[in-house]
């Protein structure tokens, strides 16, 4: 037999072992099915071969350098802006599985929700929905809505003079960046602030009331008390969790509370791919919700694209969320941030009490600061700004801009600044010290304190990174000038 380039040994065995990965039983369980197997993960992907790139992009082996773009290691928070955050291995991998075969995205979807209404112990009658983040979620959600399944409703919208109800109540202190996202379907909102108003505020026209979770503290009407309002008006509920867990248990209790929707981000701390979003609700309306989205055609949520690939790696990354030991979990932040410890100490930098609220509303994170000695003529400002001009790669970001969601030192921007027009600016805000009320985690700082302090998350650092950040900051205080 000639085995040329068309089909070579590496080819057949890489066949091999794709027929194996469809549960055929041809070759099972043979040892050149084992044999197969074993060739095909070392030495190829998707069947196959693993080439080194030598020309064109990547071909340098820093993709970052040949596009002038610098890195990042992440001590800010699951922030879009920089990128969100740090899969796993097991998510890369699903990733790549994903990639090996074609299937129809909406049985893919319909499978998922099922997946994730049993890991996370969803009520009977709802399922999950992934979406192309929690911002797409809110899009199709409501477009859901106000469509349900109505081809010429879906073909229509954003224009909805003629729909029979397209008004959204929200509180107005819950008001903030990614309402955008409703407004954008045609919905109109409607700002109240009290019960009464709520109440008052329901007429024929009003299809929902939103509410932004991590907000509860500041608006007079609580979740339980908006549930109980829509139920007894026959309308919808949406609950916008996006950076709200952990703890684990807010993907079951809330939906147990009666929310129609939730959404979180799958981009945070579950650790998915970033351009993914969780929406688990009734399940009725998570088939109006895909019937507006990607991969269907001429609607509002076509450009709200989750692929595949996307979608099998968040399954996992939600896998390991729930399943993970949260007590592990925090013991590895804490050894993280004693590198650093142990690296400043001889310069007289001594670790602060470290700050964790688990029961912060959003971006549930322990933060870690540090004190600089009076013997030390430097600012934690100017540690923090040091750290970011680190070449090539900045440690954190100082002064990007984008609404202070890049680099705040070290608790954050006043309280004021974050706020314009009763919109709430810090939504999405970078990893600060917990407020003392216990509210907002890591969206919302009480403001800078201290001058000589300095702080950061260690959250989503890759595994060697805590030592790169305590180097560098023991060449910072080595060139510290005395006071």
Not at 66 to 73: A, D, F, R, S, Y
Request: glycine content about 10%; some cysteine.
């Amino acid at each position: 037999m000639n085995l040329k380039s068309a089909w070579s040994r590496r080819s057949f065995l890489s066949g091999l072992s794709a027929m194996s990965a469809f549960g055929g039983s041809l070759f099972a369980p043979s040892e050149a099915s084992a044999k197969a197997r074993k060739s095909k993960s070392a030495s190829s992907v998707d069947g196959n071969p693993i080439v080194p790139i030598t020309k064109g992009l990547g071909s340098t082996g820093n993709i970052y350098a040949e596009l002038g773009v610098k890195p990042i290691i992440n001590i800010n928070g699951t922030v879009t802006v920089i990128g969100g955050s740090v899969m796993a291995p097991e998510v890369m991998e699903l990733m790549r599985l994903g990639n090996q075969h074609f299937c129809m995205i909406d049985d893919l979807e319909v499978a998922a929700g099922k997946f994730i209404a049993k890991l996370c112990k969803s009520p009977a009658g709802y399922t999950g929905l992934v979406t192309g983040g929690a911002a797409a979620a809110l899009v199709v959600g409501y477009a859901g809505m106000m469509t349900e399944d109505s081809e010429p409703r879906i073909r229509q919208l954003p224009y909805v003079r003629d729909f029979p109800k397209t008004e959204v109540i929200i509180q107005k202190a819950h008001r903030y960046p990614f309402d955008h996202q409703i407004r954008q379907t045609g919905a109109v909102l409607v700002e109240v602030e009290t019960k009464e108003q709520m109440i008052n505020a329901i007429n024929p026209k009003t299809l929902a009331i939103h509410y932004l979770n991590i907000q509860s503290d500041r608006g007079q009407v609580t979740g339980l008390e908006t549930i109980e309002i829509a139920k007894a008006h026959n309308l919808y509920t949406f609950n916008d969790a996006a950076a709200d867990v952990p703890p684990v248990e807010r993907l079951w209790t809330y939906p147990a509370q009666g929310w129609d929707m939730v959404t979180w981000s799958g981009g945070k701390d579950i650790k998915g791919p970033q351009a993914t979003g969780l929406l688990i609700g009734k399940e009725e309306l998570m088939r109006y919700a895909l019937l507006n989205m990607s991969p269907q055609e001429d609607r509002i949520g076509r450009p709200c694209k989750v692929g595949k690939e996307a979608i099998f790696a968040f399954l996992k990354a939600l896998e390991i969320f729930v399943n993970q030991d949260y007590d592990e979990t925090l013991a590895k932040y804490d050894s993280r941030a004693k590198t650093v410890t142990d690296a400043i100490a001889k310069f007289g930098v001594t670790a602060l009490p470290r700050q964790y609220n688990p029961e912060a509303l959003g971006n549930v994170t322990p933060h870690y600061s540090w004190q600089i000695p009076a013997t030390l003529n430097i600012t934690g400002q100017e540690v923090m700004q040091q750290l970011a001009d680190t070449e090539p790669v900045g440690i954190g970001s100082m002064g990007a801009g984008a609404s202070g969601m890049r680099g705040q030192w070290p608790q954050g921007m006043s309280e004021g600044s974050n706020v314009d027009e009763g919109v709430n600016k810090s939504f999405e805000g970078a990893a600060q010290e917990p407020a003392e009320n216990g509210g907002r985690g890591g969206r919302g700082g009480r403001g800078n304190r201290d001058p000589h302090t300095f702080g950061f998350a260690v959250w989503q650092i890759k595994d060697g990174e805590d030592k790169i950040i305590a180097d560098r900051l023991v060449e910072i205080f080595s060139k510290a000038p005395k006071a």
